[in-house]
């Protein structure tokens, strides 16, 4: 019998990897086909239309590129008098974010005459060495986000150029346009697909000869609004910071359309409209994206871009989006992670954070989960994916969701049992409870989070519990194993590196002092060990990770029903506003 099914699992592995031989082979004959074709296809004669140059870069990343330190993905590499295709990627994210003319937006934001020469002989290089389909960038997605760039910064690159020049730019931007008409059905669901799609679009609309692309390009870029975006406004990632992106990309491709005159498919604006409330549940109260599974802050101004094109009126915003639950009062804004992690391809990027907390107090942030991790490395990023690195209740030594070992796989996802927002007298709760530790510990873990209506006290009660009579006796087995000891969990505060933390009262209460003089309280009620501990903060446009700390309450679940309260409050002596003028850090430090 054992023989019979390691026979069978070793047929199911070879069919699993057979099939995938055949979809590479089967790419690579596509692509080749498509590169074949997109070599005959007729330069384009130049622009019909052009867009406004939407995608606005960074001065002071403009001026660090023409210092020769070049930051893209979140890695900062200093490489001097190096054409950036000369530079060793030092991560797949960085070569991406090359290929795709990331950096572009930034040389056109310094807008001085060197840096426009800097992004002539960086483009015309790239045509020289990838133009002709051979190495990387030929990704569907890389193609649009370059196409995209290239139309918006098209008076920028062509400024000053002969006519040979010229007619090689328009015969690169033409094939990258008949490559990507062929093989955008290539592109992965979801963000990398709709980069695609506004690429071709953009093509269409702005390139002499290419008009027959607009009609197909708009209908499957409508079926990916229909299918990439749900009924919420949400998709499938559950990255804000990607759902960011997605609505960026579809307000230029609206724009773009409405700019030359062609009807806008009422997909694409119904997609928009569900997705710019949705996006402004995740808004903080200074602004920036929560961080959750995966996403980082957003650059500077980007959200605000966003919303203010899509040109969606605010309306009562809900109390959830995409599986988070927002809580505001007075100047605070709280975002609740209320859902299982995604599942499919983007579990892969997927962090163990069910019922973790974000809290930001007027311009500051003030409890924070560790975030993304890109552009610090592969550990980094594994280890921010764990639930010790979210400010929630985690027990000992294992996350909410498990992972694969040695992989990116997310094997077992939390499963969300109650997740609902309900208003009070006192304030707004949140409940949200899972089965993150029923199969290891025979314990459910719930949360409830009250934030009064003036937004000076946030009120938690975390909760382990084990409800039915199977799973009370797993738990009582561990008990006996554990010779009463009981089940160790931890409950994780983490801070921003700019707030200040002071243990207090005997141990019993934490200040946190933000920069703006607000004074915060952490008390806790229970059993519990409180203490200050390291943490880390993860930030894109940083050499390396900034150190911060983090509050932990220890304890130990011995009974059916663990409950822990604690309250995070403003001190009494803080007023009800403060004059917050200091400025945030430089965009690049170490």
Known sequence: MIASTIRGNRTREA????????????GWWANWRAQAAARRARPAKGFVSQPEPRSMGSYARGKQIMAGTVMLAGILVEAPGKAIWDIPAPDPEFRAEAQGFAWLDDLAAFDTAEARKRAQAWTWDWIARFGTGRGPGWSPDLIGRRIIRWVHHATFLMSGRNKAETEVFYRSIA?????????WKSAAPGLPRIEALTGLVYAGLSLVGAQGLVGPASHALTQACMSEVD?????????PEELLEVLTLLTWAASAMTDAGKAVPQAIFSAITRIAPGLRVLRHADGSLARFQGGDGGAEGRLDQALAISAVRRGPTPAMAMGFARLSGGRTSVIVDAARPPGGVASRIAHASTSAFQLTSGRRPLIVSCGAGTGFGQSWRQAARATQSHSVLAMEGHSSSAFKAGSLDLVRAAKVSAARVTPGTEGTDIYVSHDGWLASYGLMAGRSLTLSHDGRRLSGVDTLMAETPDVRKRFQDLMTATAMAGAPFTIHFHLHPDVDATLDMAGSAVSLALRS?????????????????????????RLNPRPCKQVVLRGHARGFETRIGWTLAKAKDTPLAIRDLDFADPEVTT
């Open 15 to 26: 069919e699993v990897a057979g099939s995938g031989k055949v979809r590479e082979r089967f």
């Open 175 to 183: 094939r990258q346009s008949a490559f990507l008409a062929r093989r």
């Open 231 to 239: 009924d919420a406004g949400g998709i499938a990632s559950r990255n």
């Open 517 to 541: 003089g607000e004074i915060w309280v952490l008390r806790h009620s229970g059993p519990l060990a409180m203490a200050i501990k390291p943490s880390f903060y993860l930030e894109k446009g």
